[in-house]
T-cell receptor, first 115, second 118 residues
Framework: EAGVTQSPTHLIKTRGQQVTLRCSPI?????VYWYQQALGLGLQFLLW???????NRGNFPPRFSGRQFPNYSSELNVNALELEDSALYLC??????????????FGQGTRLTVV | AQKITQTQPGMFVQEKEAVTLDCTYD???????LFWYKQPSSGEMIFLIY??????QNATEGRYSLNFQKARKSANLVISASQLGDSAMYFC???????????????FGKGTLLTVNP
């Protein structure tokens, strides 16, 4: 069974550009989480989608947005890129967002570099 | 206030020895879940072990065990018989109810970098 897949794996963008990152959850998982991990820092929660709706949002500016499709895959969009957006972006999926006991499985991440 | 605190930025252990990675948490939710993840240099987050707040026994998964002390709000990860491949970042995480009462998110600590020496 395929795990969580993210694309692309690496990306280089210039400041001011826009970027779209993609995530396909494990089959049967309805919840998708996005996290930002800047160099040397822990995981900062970005967004959580469950059954097509945004359920929770971290402390990030509005230029970070996303959506979840009917097949539960998800996109993360970042507009007007800034140098400090350079980070590893991790996507995770889980069976049901409302279950406390459900672990989240992560993809390998997209490493975004803004120059 | 931090929800998840990992006080050890880095830890060193000799191969084949046991090591304990500390994690304390803060929540007012009586029901919550605690997780540990491993992140090697490749970047992928690997799920290791889960502990529910109502679980009576400490969780174990192979060489990993979780020393859960609910009254102290601690959930330390114990790795027995360390291997060179255990060298990685280790993150403690908690899933809890948010203020809305029906939504959950997974909150991570800042991580501990474990280095296993031969």
């Amino acid at each position: 069974e395929a795990g969580v897949t993210q694309s692309p794996t690496h990306l280089i963008k210039t400041r001011g550009q826009q970027v779209t990152l993609r995530c396909s959850p494990i089959s049967g998982h309805t919840s998708v989480y996005w996290y930002q991990q800047a160099l040397g820092l822990g995981l900062q929660f970005l967004l959580w989608y469950d059954e097509g709706e945004e359920r929770n949002r971290g402390n990030f500016p509005p230029r970070f947005s996303g959506r979840q499709f009917p097949n539960y895959s998800s996109e993360l969009n970042v507009n007007a890129l800034e140098l400090e957006d350079s980070a590893l972006y991790l996507c995770a999926s889980s069976l049901a967002g409302r279950s406390r006991n459900t672990e989240a499985f992560f993809g390998q991440g997209t490493r975004l570099t803004v120059v | 206030a931090q929800k998840i605190t990992q006080t050890q930025p880095g830890m060193f252990v000799q191969e084949k020895e046991a090591v304990t990675l500390d994690c304390t948490y803060d929540t007012s939710d009586p029901s919550y879940g605690l997780f540990w993840y491993k992140q090697p240099s490749s970047g992928e987050m690997i799920f290791l072990i889960y502990q529910g707040s109502y679980d009576q026994q400490n969780a174990t998964e192979g060489r990993y065990s979780l020393n859960f002390q609910k009254a102290r709000k601690s959930a330390n990860l114990v790795i027995s018989a360390s291997q060179l491949g255990d060298s990685a970042m280790y993150f403690c995480a908690m899933r809890e109810v948010n203020s809305g009462g029906s939504n959950y998110k997974l909150t991570f600590g800042k991580g501990t970098l474990l280095t296993v020496n031969p």
